[in-house]
């Protein structure tokens, strides 16, 4: 039997501090700690795919000297300590996910609550007219891995909340303080996005096995739109002039 603690990198402990800690944030509550530690795995295995043996050792990430389920704010993460700091910050860069399911991983900051970091990761998209969350899905996951969707009530149009799993998605998007575009559909109709920073970052939660993003938009759609990605048939917004993303024309 595998033993979720073996990992491909085995260094010199350094002494634990706090840069040897990170948290991880919206685990699908159907995934043990086991899983994270097997996904951790699958890190190192697509590390080792694209780094030379020389300088391997940097960039693997180390088996967690300890873990411990804790809740803040409204939220329940796991907290993972590592043996040396360069385990932490490799995790932190690299995307990790579950069966499809990508996860948050921050820093520990002694002086700032965990809730505020989650500003760097969340963006508000408002449409006229109305979409769903498919369509949303396509559009965004140009900028990188998203961990959930969140729709909110709206009179006209429709309102979301894109929680990513790397704090540059949201950079990229650039919206300070506030953004508008327009795109154009293959059959001629017109979607008006706005989007803005969020005024107060919102909780993120351990969703149901129902309401992960993997069971929302299953896996076909998923690996369909990220192999689109990768062959460039979507391309990001970059001007509030130019359409993306495959479903739409130039």
């Known amino acids: ?40 795995k699958q890190v190192n295995a697509e590390i080792e795919k694209i780094t030379t043996k020389e300088e391997i050792d ?12 804790e809740q803040s704010f409204d939220m329940d993460y796991l907290k993972v300590i590592f043996p040396n700091t360069k385990s932490t910050d490799n995790l932190i860069v690299h995307s990790l996910k579950i069966m499809q399911n990508s996860i948050i991983v921050l820093p520990f900051f002694p002086n700032k609550p965990l809730i505020d970091l989650l500003d760097y990761h969340e963006i508000k ?32 149009g429709s309102s979301f909340i894109i929680i990513y799993a790397h704090h540059n998605s949201v950079k990229r998007i650039n919206p300070m303080p506030q953004q508008n575009y327009q795109i154009q559909l293959e059959n001629g109709d017109t ?17 149901a096995a129902n309401e992960t993003i ?37």
């Open 1 to 40: 039997m595998l033993n979720p603690m073996q990992t491909v990198s085995t260094v010199q402990n350094e002494p634990v501090t706090n840069d040897c800690i990170c948290y991880l944030l919206g685990i699908p509550q159907s995934f043990s700690v086991t899983d994270v530690l097997f996904a951790i």
């Open 58 to 69: 940097k960039f693997l990430i180390d088996a967690p000297v300890d873990y411990q389920w």
């Open 125 to 156: 998209i408002i449409t006229s007219p109305k979409v769903d969350q498919l369509f949303i899905y396509q559009s965004f996951s140009v900028y990188g891995d998203i961990v959930n969707i969140i729709e909110e009530p709206s009179h006209t």
């Open 191 to 207: 979607i008006n996005f706005f989007i803005q920073r969020m005024d107060k970052p919102i909780p993120v939660k351990r969703p």
């Open 214 to 250: 993997s069971a929302r938009f299953n896996y076909n759609t998923i690996n369909m739109i990220q192999q689109s990605y990768q062959k460039n048939e979507y391309k990001a917004m970059t001007n509030p002039n130019v359409a993306v993303t495959g479903l739409f024309v130039l």
